[in-house]
């Protein structure tokens, strides 16, 4: 279990939450006597913390405490500050692999999210993107020409989607793509939570010249509903750990490359 914030008498609801929030994401689950001993409040507030996240769609209520909500990703915020470091040393990997004057195209989440952020010496880049984070942070440097594809947004993602964003997608050709994905099964499959990601994350890696996604080791053996259809037309996967052998083999076997990025 990673290490608690450290406890403040009376805590005020929102740090509640996000401590709730925060351990869920971390373990799966969390006991209304732990965190009313944590907060020194009473078991009744608790309660009424997870009842309000539960009304949100934020978690599951089990007896005696909440687990997270299963088949939903966690929101961006709660994923940004998992596995930073690995994250990371896929986001230089992946940009490595761009040269300038390149058009490039950065799926949401927080893996490309550090792509975005190792791109910054690089010049002469058209970024198209579907993630408000990743074009609010580029569109200030100098050389970058960022066009954000429009769509709905989805709030938990900080991302546009549906058929306005797929539209925007078959304008622009595309050299190089980094696409994100819910979870890598053991039979080595990327798989989503959405029908809608799903279907984004499909044509763009058959339409990009070379597509790679970037999933760091928390995705490996994730079950998350959805498999991406024609997933194999993408080039390649950029991890930063080795998946299990069986894993590695069924990705080999669908003539995916495999690159494990350094730290």
Same mark, same amino acid.
């Given at each position: &279990?990673?290490?608690?914030?450290?406890?403040?008498?009376?805590?005020?609801?929102?740090?509640?939450?996000?401590?709730?929030?925060?351990?869920?994401?971390?373990?799966?689950?969390?006991?209304?006597? %732990?965190?009313?001993?944590?907060?020194?409040?009473? /078991?009744?507030?608790?309660?009424?913390?997870?009842?309000?996240? %539960?009304?949100?769609?934020?978690?599951?209520?089990?007896?005696?405490?909440?687990?997270?909500? =299963?088949?939903?990703?966690?929101? #961006?915020?709660?994923?940004?500050? *998992?596995?930073?470091?690995?994250?990371?040393?896929?986001?230089?990997? !992946?940009?490595? #692999?761009? =040269?300038?004057? &390149?058009?490039?195209?950065?799926?949401?989440?927080?893996?490309?999210?550090?792509? !975005?952020?190792?791109?910054?010496?690089? /010049?002469?880049?058209?970024?198209?993107?579907?993630?408000?984070?990743?074009?609010?942070?580029?569109?200030?440097?100098?050389? &970058?020409?960022?066009?954000?594809?429009?769509? =709905?947004?989805?709030?938990? *993602?900080?991302?546009?989607?549906?058929?306005?964003?797929?539209?925007?997608?078959? /304008?622009?050709?595309?050299?190089?793509?980094?696409?994100?994905?819910?979870?890598?099964?053991?039979?080595?499959?990327?798989?989503?939570?959405?029908?809608?990601?799903?279907?984004?994350?499909?044509? &763009?890696?058959?339409?990009?010249?070379?597509?790679?996604?970037?999933?760091?080791?928390?995705?490996?053996?994730?079950?998350?509903?959805? /498999?991406?259809?024609?997933?194999?037309?993408?080039?390649?996967?950029?991890?930063?750990?080795?998946?299990?052998?069986?894993?590695?083999?069924?990705? *080999?076997?669908?003539?995916? =490359?495999?690159?494990?990025?350094?730290?």
């Amino acid at each position: &279990m990673s290490s608690p914030l450290p406890p403040s008498s009376r805590a005020l609801a929102p740090r509640r939450h996000d401590e709730i929030l925060r351990r869920l994401a971390a373990d799966g689950s969390v006991s209304i006597s %732990a965190l009313a001993e944590f907060f020194d409040v009473s /078991r009744e507030t608790i309660r009424r913390d997870m009842k309000q996240l %539960a009304d949100g769609g934020r978690l599951d209520l089990v007896h005696g405490g909440a687990t997270r909500r =299963e088949g939903q990703e966690p929101a #961006l915020a709660q994923r940004s500050t *998992e596995n930073a470091e690995g994250k990371a040393a896929i986001g230089r990997t !992946a940009a490595a #692999l761009v =040269e300038d004057g &390149m058009v490039v195209f950065l799926d949401s989440g927080t893996t490309t999210l550090a792509v !975005a952020r190792a791109l910054g010496e690089r /010049r002469n880049l058209t970024i198209c993107t579907v993630g408000l984070t990743i074009a609010q942070l580029l569109c200030h440097i100098p050389g &970058m020409r960022v066009h954000l594809l429009g769509g =709905e947004i989805d709030p938990r *993602e900080e991302a546009t989607s549906g058929i306005d964003a797929l539209e925007a997608m078959a /304008r622009f050709r595309i050299d190089i793509a980094f696409l994100g994905g819910g979870g890598l099964s053991a039979d080595g499959e990327v798989t989503d939570y959405t029908r809608a990601g799903a279907e984004q994350r499909s044509r &763009m890696a058959a339409a990009a010249g070379r597509a790679y996604f970037v999933l760091d080791h928390g995705k490996f053996g994730r079950l998350t509903p959805l /498999r991406i259809p024609r997933f194999e037309a993408a080039t390649g996967l950029i991890v930063d750990a080795r998946p299990p052998a069986p894993t590695a083999e069924a990705l *080999e076997r669908k003539g995916l =490359e495999l690159i494990i990025a350094s730290h």
